[in-house]
C-alpha cells in the first residue's frame, strides 16, 4: 500500500517560488499516475496538475499554466509542484493523490484512491 506525505508548504510573499514535494512508500509508486490538488477555505477542492507514471505526459489546469510545474522522480518516490509567481489567491491546503488505473489525464477528485494529509501554501499581498 502507498502512503503518502507532502511537504514544503508555508508562507510566501505574492510573486515568490516554492516547491512542494509528495514522498511515497510503497512499491507500487512508480506505475501509479499523481495529481496535485489544492483547497481554499470554504471552498471545493480543485485540480491542479498530474503526471502520468512514467513521468512523461503532464497535464495542468488552465489557471496554473506558466506558474505550475509537475514533475517526479520514481527512483526517489517522489512528486512535486513547482510553483512560480504566486498569488494570494492560490492559499490553500495542497494534496498530492495517486491513482491506480484509468483513462488519463483525471482531473476529479474520485478517481484519485489515496490521499496525502495536505501542506498549507499561504501566499501575503
Known amino acids: 500500500q502507498v502512503q503518502l506525505v507532502e511537504s514544503g508548504g508555508g508562507l510566501v510573499q505574492a510573486g515568490d517560488s516554492l516547491r512542494l514535494s509528495c514522498a511515497a512508500s510503497?512499491?507500487?509508486?512508480?506505475?501509479?499516475?499523481m495529481g496535485w490538488f489544492r483547497q481554499a477555505p470554504g471552498k471545493e477542492r480543485e485540480f491542479v496538475a498530474t503526471?502520468?507514471?512514467?513521468?512523461?505526459?503532464?497535464y495542468s489546469a488552465d489557471s496554473v499554466k506558466g506558474r505550475f510545474t509537475i514533475s517526479r522522480d520514481n527512483a526517489k518516490n517522489t512528486v512535486y509542484l513547482s510553483m512560480n509567481s504566486l498569488k494570494p489567491e492560490y492559499t490553500a491546503i495542497y494534496y498530492c493523490?495517486?491513482?491506480?488505473?484509468?483513462?488519463?489525464?483525471?482531473?476529479?477528485?474520485?478517481?484519485?484512491?489515496?490521499w496525502g494529509q495536505g501542506t498549507q501554501v499561504t501566499v501575503s499581498s
Open positions: 493523490a495517486a491513482r491506480f488505473g484509468g483513462t488519463w489525464p483525471s482531473i476529479m477528485t474520485y478517481d484519485y484512491g489515496l
Open positions: 510503497g512499491r507500487t509508486f512508480s506505475r501509479s499516475d
Open positions: 503526471i502520468r507514471w512514467s513521468g512523461g505526459n503532464t
